[in-house]
């Protein structure tokens, strides 16, 4: 179980190419028990390509890490869930799974910006 909230803080466009920030506040619960709470930044640079504009770069910094156990047992823990495809197991890194994926609307749609033609 995962639970993910993030803010963009601000995107800045120049031309064909922008740079973004955005807050992260993370809490995942391991299939095998453990738990950990982060906040973090994503610091991005997107490009706009005949597709429209895609993450050229993607840096994650952790600034808060939190990793205590906690309190009690997961529901059903005598069956354990079986692995799904659509599941991260928490080992590749958010940029991993964003390079060269496009960038999602967001409110820099209106200016042109990122997620925006």
Sequence with gaps: MNDLQAIA??????????????YISEFGHMRDGRSQLHYSLYHDRYERTPDGWKFAERRYEIRYLDTTPLAGSPPH???APTNSPTEDDGQASSAQRS???PCRAGADEARGGPGGE
């Design 9 to 22: 803080d601000r995107v800045e466009l120049e031309g064909d190419t922008a740079v973004g920030r955005a």
């Design 77 to 79: 823990a005598e069956r």
């Design 99 to 101: 390079a060269g994926r």
